[in-house]
């Protein structure tokens, strides 16, 4: 039986407008539900909603469990008398309002941070009984990440601004005595991060409520490795490649191939996937249910590494001198299958594919992804231009790592010629038809050939709805500066916008809740 198809939009929350410098868990996450449901949408992707790492990633995170207390949103917290009016006006002696179309995450960082301090205050102070019954019963609830994670940011603040690995010894070990002690000389510290979790998962667990009773269901992403400065690192040594003060000794990367002559040297480490295994995948299966707590599907990161991976001795400088090692293959996918009976999993697999990642998706029946820019360019074979796609597909105009289809269309890539180039357009204009067209039309003529397709599930981030250009791009790979900062302005989505792509959403078959 042919399964429905289905499209939604890609944005992240904290992508989303507010008037606290940055997308959060408040208004206008429901007003965005609002809009899927309107444009007769079934579907918000999002990032990780982890803590951020190095350079504001959502792929660097110190907890690969934790939510990001950047998403909390205040107003909520108002309602809770947890802090005062006037603190919302409080930006930390800067009372400049926020940009309202890019994150600056040190000073948002800084004013949440002083906001929710002001709030576990007040909860220490005057919760009642009842309220921190349903706290201390929560932390009970997530006891098995939550406690290594607040101990590992209470260390931080500790030690700042220096790597686990040069703790003191009976820390980095994890003494079970010496992490007693972090805990009883740390108590305010530790509880306010468990405080913050606490108020995460309450205004997450609304969201997501709202969003399924109104038919939408939400797709997370969960990236395959995890953070070397990380909770989930630290409190799990055992199941990682490490040295014995817990230096990595082998760390991830790709190999080189057209884009990069000596590879990426990602640097995570890399699981001891014996040793993983012996504990019966316990906490991959931990890992997969938390982030299914919090979302309805899921985009697994990086799915060629579970089948082989490219290993990179620590030492070296760039991923040139690595090897591919065998993943753990079905093997892991059967344990989670055995758990949680269906696996909803969108496999990334992008990229050289080989037989063997195929039949592994084949195997469980997870869907991969088709990228339009990569299909039109020639980085993906012609079998994923619109005509051709299959139907266990999920297709994009872009993801999160493109430009935008507008600045894709308009920008020359420096690494190709101005004839190859136009080359591309030329394919483009033809599989689009995009003779005669203007450039606003471009991104909805993209949109409009994926709805057209067989692919069972097509995705389109906001800013191909909004025809918006480069400066609207999320991430750029590769680079350091200016990614995770694009921000949804008020109002900017129009209702000849949610008009159209309602009407296309109709016409193609879509609009039928999964």
């Known amino acids: 039986m042919r399964k429905a198809k289905t499209s939604g939009i890609l944005l992240h929350i904290t992508s989303l407008p507010s008037d606290f410098g940055i997308g959060d868990l408040g ?61 919302l006006g409080d930006h930390s002696g800067n009372e400049q309002p926020f940009e309202n179309d890019r994150v600056d995450y040190r000073r948002v960082a800084t004013f949440k941070k002083n906001l929710l301090q002001k709030a576990f205050s007040t909860f220490e102070r005057d919760a009642g009984g009842e309220d921190r019954s349903r706290f201390e019963a929560w932390c009970v609830k997530e006891n098995t990440w939550l406690d290594d994670y607040a101990l590992f940011e209470t260390l931080k603040s500790v030690f700042p601004g220096r790597s686990w690995t040069s703790w003191s010894m009976d820390l980095v070990k994890r003494d079970k005595d010496a992490l007693e002690r972090t805990r009883d000389e740390h108590a305010l510290e530790y509880n306010r991060i468990r405080f913050e979790q606490f108020l995460f998962a309450q205004q997450w667990e609304a969201l997501r409520s709202y969003a399924n009773s109104n038919g939408i269901s939400l797709v997370g992403d969960l990236p395959i490795y995890v953070a070397q400065e990380s909770a989930d690192v630290w409190s799990n040594r055992e199941l990682f490649q490490l040295g014995h003060l817990g230096q990595p000794v082998v760390v991830a990367g790709v190999p080189p191939d057209y884009f990069s002559e000596t590879g990426q040297y990602w640097g995570n480490p890399i699981y001891d996937w014996e040793a993983v295994k012996q504990t019966g995948y316990d906490w991959w299966i931990r890992r997969l249910g938390c982030v299914l707590n919090l979302v309805d599907l899921v985009r697994l990161d990086h799915f060629r590494g579970f089948e082989a991976y490219w290993e990179v001795p620590a030492s070296e400088d760039t991923a040139i001198n690595g090897r591919w090692v065998k993943g753990p293959g079905s093997d892991l996918f059967r344990a989670l299958k055995t758990h949680f009976g269906t696996i909803p999993i969108i496999a990334e697999n992008l990229g050289v594919m080989t037989e063997e990642v195929a039949a592994l998706m084949t195997e469980f029946d997870f869907p991969g992804m088709a990228i339009l820019q990569f299909a ?61 067209q203007p450039e606003s039309e471009i ?72």
């Not at 350079?55 to 950047?70: C, E, I, K, Q, V």
């Not at 289809?405 to 010629?417: A, I, K, M, S, T």
């Not at 709805?451 to 590769?478: E, Y």
């Open 27 to 87: 208004k206008n996450a429901f007003e965005f539900v609002d809009f899927l449901s309107e444009s007769g949408q079934s579907l918000w992707q999002i990032l990780p909603t982890v803590p951020i790492g190095s350079g504001f990633s959502p792929y660097m995170s110190p907890s690969t469990f934790a939510g990001n207390p950047l998403l909390i949103c205040p107003e909520k917290v108002l309602d809770m008398d947890l802090i005062r009016s006037e603190d």
């Open 376 to 436: 039109l360019d020639g980085e993906m074979g012609r079998e994923y231009l619109p005509r051709n796609l299959k139907e266990d597909l999920v297709a994009y105009t872009g993801t999160h790592d493109n430009d935008t289809f507008l600045g894709w269309w308009q920008n020359r890539d420096e690494e190709r010629d101005l004839l190859e180039m136009n080359q591309i357009r030329a394919f483009a204009s033809m599989h689009l038809k995009l003779e005669g």
């Open 443 to 514: 991104p909805w003529k993209g949109i409009e050939a994926l709805m057209a397709s067989d692919a069972r599930t097509v995705i389109v981030p906001i800013q191909d709805v909004l025809g918006l250009p480069t400066h609207a791009r999320m991430n750029t790979p590769g680079t350091s500066e200016g990614n995770w900062e694009w921000r949804l302005k008020r109002g900017q989505i129009q209702s000849e916008q949610i008009h159209r792509l309602r009407e296309l959403t109709s016409t193609y078959g879509r609009n039928v809740t999964p």
